[in-house]
């Protein structure tokens, strides 16, 4: 009995040897997606995103994103602008495990998987404004390079909510950032 604790500590200790903090900021175009019978819906509004994280070992993290919407977007309906509504996205809450894998030392390319919730607001003339919310599977890939220990520059490609159902709206996007390791 005893051996095993003495294991489960090593472990433990191990584990918190290599463990690190980190938080990354970025940009992001959020292309946002609704096929209904007849109609296809799209709009790509602007978003902030920040992600914080917990390394628990090289090839293992876990992680917390938030994205809030910077700018709005004109509606477009079968490629043609819908005069007058603009779409937001307005938040996008989510938590990731994230396995990675280092290609250099500086190089590391990782693939997110989780569940995510987004907010998504659509203005109309008039002043009428309508909010939606949604949950669901969220999943991305990307790359890091790391210009020093501490800091690195990021790119990923992020479907923010991928929903089952074709009918319901898809959120997917491109982001650009740089991230810093405590």
């Not at 433990?12 to 819906?41: C, D, H, M, W």
């Not at 819908?82 to 030392?105: D, R």
């Amino acid at each position: 009995m005893n051996k095993l604790v003495i294991a489960s500590a090593f472990t433990l200790a191990a584990f918190s040897a290599s463990a690190q903090l980190y938080g990354e900021i970025g940009v992001t175009s959020i292309k946002i997606e609704e096929a209904t019978p007849g109609l296809n819906l799209e709009s790509s509004p602007a978003a902030i995103r920040g992600v914080f994280g917990y390394e628990i070992n090289p090839n293992l993290a876990v992680e917390g994103l938030v994205a809030l919407g910077i700018g709005d977007d004109e509606l477009r309906g079968n490629g043609q602008e819908i005069p007058g509504v603009k779409v937001e996205m307005s938040s996008v809450f989510g938590i990731y495990a994230k396995p990675k894998v280092n290609f250099t030392p500086e190089l590391e390319g990782f693939v997110r998987v989780g569940y995510a919730r987004s907010k998504i607001t659509t203005e109309a003339p008039a002043g009428s404004e309508a909010s939606t919310s949604k949950s669901g599977f969220s999943y991305g890939l990307g790359v890091s390079y790391a210009l020093s220990p501490q800091i690195s520059l990021n790119v990923d490609y992020m479907s923010y909510l991928d929903q089952t159902d074709p009918d319901d709206a898809k959120l997917t996007g491109l982001a650009f950032g740089a991230s810093y390791t405590f």
